[in-house]
C-alpha cells in the first residue's frame, strides 16, 4: 500500500525513531510501513491518522487508486 507517511514526518522534522516513539512501535516498523514493504494493522492506521490529525486515506492509498 502506498501512503505518505515519509513526507508527513519529515514536514514535521521528524525521525523515524521520533515517530515511532510517538506511535509506540519501533523505528524498524515506520522504515517498513514507509517504504510500502508492510502494512499497518488497522488500530496502528487510526494512530497514525489522529497523530497527523488526518483521515487515513489521505495517508494510505489503496493499491487500486493513483496517486
Aim: proline content about 6%.
Amino acid at each position: 500500500m502506498n501512503n505518505h507517511l515519509r513526507t508527513l514526518r519529515a514536514e514535521r522534522g521528524w525521525s523515524q525513531q521520533d515517530l515511532a516513539e510517538r506511535l509506540e512501535v519501533s523505528r524498524q516498523s515506520v522504515n517498513a510501513i514507509e517504504t510500502g514493504r508492510y502494512d499497518p494493522s488497522l488500530p496502528l492506521a487510526f494512530r497514525i491518522a489522529e497523530l497527523f490529525a488526518l483521515p487515513i486515506e489521505r495517508i494510505f492509498v489503496s493499491p487500486s487508486q493513483k496517486n
